[in-house]
Structures are given as structure tokens and as C-alpha cells.
């Protein structure tokens, strides 16, 4: 079996295969890409096949898979931000639905090997920044006392569940004086 083969039931019940690119694209991205690399140096190859760009490709889409499991993280935090520090929003609502959808965008998209690849701190700085212009224009400000790294490990996101109103807690206790 190929390192990147797996064995799944199909709608049918049959067992079949899956390839790593169904189960962990930003893996199979990498693979592809040290292949093609290995690949580039024999002469053998035809002249028409554009390697370099081909290999650039394939990683884009890696990128581009990885972004789109964290960019939900960096919206939840942002939510989670107004959540705890608008008080009595009539937004309180639609961000707390906002904040399910995306753990379940989190849920979805999230592979094995994007984990050690996501950047919790810098997610935090960008919703920190994006909150705090989205306070100002409501007449309200973020605590200074919040912190510069992040309060949530990536482990907070993986759950099931997402618990809204501890994560809340969590971060009107790092306000408190």
C-alpha cells in the first residue's frame, strides 16, 4: 500500500481506497511537490512539461487548504472579542451563530497536517487588530490587559463542540484589573 493510500466503506458498504490527497490535502500537496522536485533533474522528461510552475501550483493549493482552516479560527476569535467586550450587542446573536458555523468550517477543514502549521498568536494579533477598529467604530474599546499571545491553543477549536460562553469567560477574566 502507498503511504498515502487508506482504506474507507463506500456509500455501498465495499471497502475501497482513498488516496491522501481525500484525507490530508496539505500532506498531499508536499508529497506531490518533493515528487515532482525529485522528478525535475532527469533528462528524460519532455521539455513541454513546466515543472517548476507545476510544483509552485501544487503548493499554492496546499497554502490555500491551510488558510482556509484557519481563517475561520482568526473569525472566531474576532467574534469571540466582540462577544465578550460589546456588551448588549442586538449583533450578540448573529455572532454567536457566526461562531458555530465557522468551528464547523474549523471541523471540516482541519487536516493531521496543517496542526503544527497553524499560528495561534498571529491569528490572535489579526482578530486583536480587526476587533479593535470593529469597537472603535461602536464607541468601545478592547482592555489593554488582554494579552499579546493567545489565550486558545488550536485543541480549543478541534472539539466536537465549540463552548462559546467559556471561551467568553476566559477572556473578560483576562480584562479584569
Known sequence: ???GDAHMIDQEGRMGETS???TDIL???EEQAAALRALAGRPDLPNALDLPNVIEEIETLGRTELKAATSPIRLIL???LKVAFVPDSQAEAHWRTEIVTWH???QDNMTISMHQRVDMDA????ALREAGAALRENGA???RTLPGECPFGLEDFLGETFDTDAAVARLRALAAP
Open 78 to 80: 474576532l467574534h469571540l
Open 1 to 3: 500500500m502507498h503511504i
Open 27 to 29: 500532506a498531499w500537496t
Open 20 to 22: 491522501l490527497y481525500d
Open 141 to 143: 474599546a478592547l482592555p
Open 104 to 106: 464547523g468550517d474549523v
Open 123 to 126: 491569528l490572535w494579533r489579526r
